[in-house]
């Protein structure tokens, strides 16, 4: 009779729940669930029940005993779950909830940008070289046919240092903290023959009094290129491919004769503004134009120091700081903040 299941029904329902409040542990919950649920529990007993009514009622019992057995399914699964978290005095462990976010640096903007010019001239076949910052003063000066009676040795642009080098020929060399990088690419020809393509990036230190553009430690990039018939064109060449490759194909460059003792001719590289298009603002000091950097044929005396054949080979030599060219590309308007450690200042990058 329909009521007689319906009664049963009833019954388990009663005491499964009721039973269920006292399981104490995993066997007893087992035991609970082979009771009710298992393929010979109360449950599947009751289902070969209802197989035997007719359509209708077979329906309406179907349903109300995959409710029930729904119903005690959840409970066994709160059940295990409750001994998981408690029964062995555990904590409850969520391994899909999201962890604590460790915070990450990057690398400085200084050292960022030097990458990313570096990987401008790797692009065009220049090898990176970079050697020690203090420096003896033949290769800071001597050699770069800076004389005794140059201004830039001066001992207020200049670091001298105590030498520590032992006496050769009777004679202290004189050591300084480099004033340019410019002895690095000494070292490299002492270890290389033409034709070579190589830029230099490295810290360089000069006796400055520090303003929002001077700073007594500073970066710089230099390159030289030594092959047989290198002129002025390939230099320009060069010089405005990589003022492009950083700035933007809109960018135009001009050239100005200057002197420096290393070359000869010498020339400043300037390049159109780029954050007023020419119409003149403060960066540009209302010129339109940004002085970029140094650069030249370089001297044959330079050429002969190195061991170079100045008669059978050519040479160009350029430098840019590269803490002025960050500037110029992030829109940083003060040296110092480079070197501050200010986190504020190193987190926006
Ligand atoms: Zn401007």
Same mark, same amino acid.
């Given at each position: 009779m329909i009521d007689d299941v319906a009664q049963k029904l009833a019954n388990i329902k009663t005491k499964a729940v009721a039973e269920f409040f006292s399981l104490q542990n995993d066997a007893e919950i087992e035991k609970w669930r082979v009771k009710y649920l298992g393929r010979k529990g109360a449950l599947s007993a009751l289902f070969e029940e209802i197989g035997k009514f007719r359509t209708e009622e077979r329906q309406y019992l179907g349903k109300a005993a995959n409710e029930l057995k729904k119903e005690l399914e959840e409970k066994l699964r709160a059940a295990s779950d409750r001994t998981k978290s408690h029964g062995?005095?555990? +904590?409850?462990?969520?391994?899909?909830?999201?962890?604590?976010?460790?915070?990450r640096g990057t690398k400085h903007p200084l050292t960022q940008f030097t990458d990313r010019i570096c990987a401008v001239f790797t692009s065009m076949g220049f090898e990176i070289v970079e050697d020690r910052e203090v420096e003896k003063v033949e290769y800071n000066f001597d050699k770069l046919n800076m004389p005794d009676n140059h201004p830039a040795r001066d001992m207020w642009d200049t670091f001298y240092i105590k030498s520590q080098i032992p006496p050769a020929n009777g004679m202290f060399h004189e050591v300084v903290l480099r004033t340019h990088t410019s002895p690095v690419q000494l070292r490299a020809m002492e270890t290389r023959k033409p034709p070579v393509r190589?830029?230099?990036?490295?810290?360089?230190?000069?006796?400055?009094?520090?303003?929002?553009?001077?700073?007594? =430690?500073?970066?710089?990039? +230099? @390159?030289?290129?030594?092959?047989?018939?290198?002129?002025?064109?390939?230099m320009i060449y060069v010089l405005d491919s990589v003022l492009k490759r950083l700035f933007g194909n809109f960018v135009k460059i001009r050239i100005r004769p200057s002197f420096f003792p290393?070359?000869?001719?010498?020339?400043?590289?300037?390049?159109?503004?780029?954050?007023? +298009?020419?119409? #003149?603002?403060?960066?540009?000091?209302?010129? #339109?134009?940004?002085?970029?950097? #140094?650069?030249?044929?370089?001297?044959?005396?330079?050429?002969?120091?190195?061991?170079?054949?100045? +008669?059978?080979?050519?040479?160009?030599?350029? @430098?840019? =700081?590269?803490?002025?060219?960050?500037?110029?590309?992030?829109?940083?308007d003060d040296i110092r903040l480079s070197y501050s450690g200010d986190l504020r200042f190193l987190k926006q990058f």
């Open positions: 062995k005095g555990e +904590e409850s462990f969520d391994e899909t909830a999201p962890g604590i976010p460790v915070p190589l830029v230099v990036p490295g810290r360089c230190y000069r006796h400055d009094a520090t303003d929002a553009s001077h700073e007594t =430690g500073f970066y710089q990039l +230099e @390159g030289l290129v030594i092959d047989k018939g290198v002129s002025v064109a390939n290393f070359v000869e001719p010498g020339h400043e590289i300037d390049m159109s503004c780029m954050i007023c +298009e020419q119409k #003149g603002c403060s960066v540009c000091s209302k010129t #339109g134009w940004l002085e970029m950097m #140094g650069s030249g044929m370089v001297h044959p005396v330079v050429l002969n120091n190195m061991g170079v054949d100045s +008669e059978l080979y050519t040479g160009f030599a350029f @430098g840019m =700081g590269i803490d002025r060219l960050m500037m110029l590309y992030y829109g940083v």
